[in-house]
Structures are given as C-alpha cells and as structure tokens.
Nanobody, 115 residues
C-alpha cells in the first residue's frame, strides 16, 4: 500500500520561504517522475512542479524561478523549496505522480502567505 505524507506547510509573510516534504512508503520514488500540486480555495488542483527520473525538472510559469523541486533517494522523499512567496501561493500542497494516481493522494499541507 502506497502512502504519501506531505509536511512543512505554515503561515509565512510575503517574500518568505518554506520547504515542503513528501515522504513515501510502499513505493520507491527514485524510479518515478513525481510532482507537487496545489489547490487554492475555489480553484482546481494544479501541477506546479515535476521531477522526472534522474534530475530533470519542469515548473509552471507561476512558480518558475521561485520554486525548486528535488528528491533525496536515500530518504525516499521529494521536496519543494519555495522562495519569494506571494499571497497567491496560498493553497494546500500535495505530491503525486504527474499523471496522478487517485489512491495516492495524501492529506496535503497548508501553505498560507499573508502579512
């Protein structure tokens, strides 16, 4: 049984930084492409960053240059470093594969950017 657990969300001021973690059990993340998604109130869930097997990465235009996705294979964890945060980054953040697997969705972690 695969379980993805997101953590690291918090309340942060505009311009601040956070690092989110996605820890996996039941699957080796190193062999998968993985992504970070977010869902803001009243909006659809969107993919904001992905890392393919190896270290290739892709980002949504809205976060390019501010967010960095990475992985630690030894810890079976994927990270999202978020810098220069904006109020519009406020959302619940989730990890999953870029073609999401429904049963893999975790509870997410709340990021709130506000002064």
């Amino acid at each position: 049984q695969v379980q993805l657990v997101e953590s690291g969300g918090d309340l942060v001021q505009p311009g601040g930084s956070l690092r989110l973690s996605c820890a996996a059990s039941g699957v080796r993340l190193s062999i998968l492409a993985m992504g970070w998604y977010r869902q803001a109130p009243g909006k659809q869930r969107e993919l904001v960053a992905r890392i393919i097997s190896g270290s290739g990465t892709m980002y949504a235009d809205s976060v390019k240059g501010r967010f960095t996705i990475s992985r630690d294979n030894a810890k079976n964890t994927v990270y999202l470093q978020m810098n220069s945060l904006k109020p519009e980054d406020t959302a619940v953040y989730y990890c999953n594969t870029p073609s999401p697997i429904a049963s893999w969705w975790g509870q997410g972690t709340q990021v709130t950017v506000s002064s």
